[in-house]
């Protein structure tokens, strides 16, 4: 039987109602084999050594590159210690300076914004740059509207880059950030069609991520379905990635209690969700969930709360374990939260 949510007015209070084009696009995605312990790291591409990652970093290297370039007067508006508490923060919508005066395409010289786009791309995927550039394009009207900030010194080789604005917030930390994937919590999302997305999200780049997962639900029996389908969802609130631990019990279905070819599901969603991001990013993130225990340590849950259309294809979903929290809310147009780190007490 169907859970029965609560009836909730759809709302997203830090984004702006504007019309959004419509963009179609055939999500690629990689399928791999994984064992019923957890996740394969050799099925993802063996870790790289130190030098040979240090050499496979060209967005670190044109982070350094942008601060030397640095005048006085932009190092007063983007430059901050590392200890700073802007560097760890995740918002949906949010720009970590100000964009009036700091906005990539307002305060940057031509080189300066090579540069940017460099450690952008650097941090990226090639398909993922391509998604990213469209999300950017519709929801904010393009990368130079986004907004930067360097925290520490690459000199020192304890800093960190971070990009926020609209829909995004993604960072390059030159694995200055200990037992921690991605450098700290990031943000993805994208409003494809409006405000308001139909339940099909036509145009919405990382809809094909909700269509794995929900693939992954059609795979379960009745009884897995009861135990994965959660009435309410989490708030869209950075309090949703914050890491529970071993202590933590979150409500779904765990790994442990699915089946082979239903972790292979779950496997492919996973790999298909990090797809976007640098091959160094995504072996450390498979690596942290790993330690944590891989699939089998992994909840997977899906909220009655938000379904457009009401047609059972979940809109908004989860997958948390002990150091992982990635939060696909899919209502009313796309919101991620994503945090991963290593091993967890």
């Known amino acids: 039987m169907r859970k029965e949510a609560a009836s909730r007015e759809l709302s997203c209070p830090d984004c702006d109602d504007v019309s959004r084009r ?37 967005a670190e290297t044109a982070v350094k590159q942008l601060f030397d370039s640095l005048k006085d007067n932009q190092r007063k508006l983007v430059c901050m210690p590392f200890s700073h508490e802007k560097r760890s923060m995740v918002r949906n919508n949010w720009y970590i300076v100000d964009p009036k005066a700091a906005a990539i395409g307002k305060l940057y010289d031509a080189d300066q914004q090579k540069l940017i786009l460099e450690i952008f791309k650097g941090v990226t995927s090639e398909d993922g740059y391509k998604r990213f550039e469209k999300q950017m394009k519709d929801d904010a009207g393009g990368f130079d509207k986004y907004t ?10 304890k800093f960190e880059w971070v990009l ?8 390059a930390d030159g694995d200055s950030v200990d037992n921690t994937a991605f450098g700290g919590p990031i943000f993805y999302g994208h409003a494809a069609g409006g405000f308001n997305e139909k339940p099909d999200h036509a145009g919405n780049v990382w809809w ?5 997962a929900n693939k992954l639900y059609g795979a379960l029996d ?16 950075p309090k949703v990635v914050k890491l529970k631990g071993t202590k933590g019990k ?7 209690d699915m089946s082979k070819d239903q972790k292979k599901l ?25 330690a944590n225990g891989g699939l089998d340590a992994l909840t997977v849950s899906y909220f009655d709360e938000g379904n457009i259309g009401d047609d059972e294809i979940w809109d908004r979903w989860k997958v948390e374990g002990p150091g992982m ?21």
């Open 148 to 157: 930067c900030a360097i925290f520490g010194e690459p000199d020192t080789g």
């Open 208 to 212: 094909h991520q909700a269509r794995l």
């Open 266 to 290: 779950l496997d492919e969603t996973l790999r298909s969700m990090l797809n976007m991001y640098r091959k160094s990013d995504v072996d450390e993130a498979l690596k942290c969930i790993d």
């Open 164 to 171: 926020t604005g609209r829909h995004l917030t993604i960072r």
């Open 22 to 58: 419509r963009f179609l696009r055939t999500a690629a995605t990689a399928a791999t084999a994984v064992g019923t312990a957890g996740l394969s790291l050799g099925a993802a591409g063996s870790l790289l050594s130190a030098d040979e990652k240090k050499k496979a970093q060209p």
């Open 325 to 345: 929290v990635w939060y696909f809310r899919g209502t009313p147009h796309v919101h991620t939260w994503v945090n991963i780190a290593g091993k967890q007490a």
């Open 250 to 256: 979150p409500e779904g279905l765990r790994g442990a």
């Open 222 to 237: 009745g009884k897995q379905r009861d135990k994965a389908l959660v009435v309410e969802s989490p708030p869209d609130s």
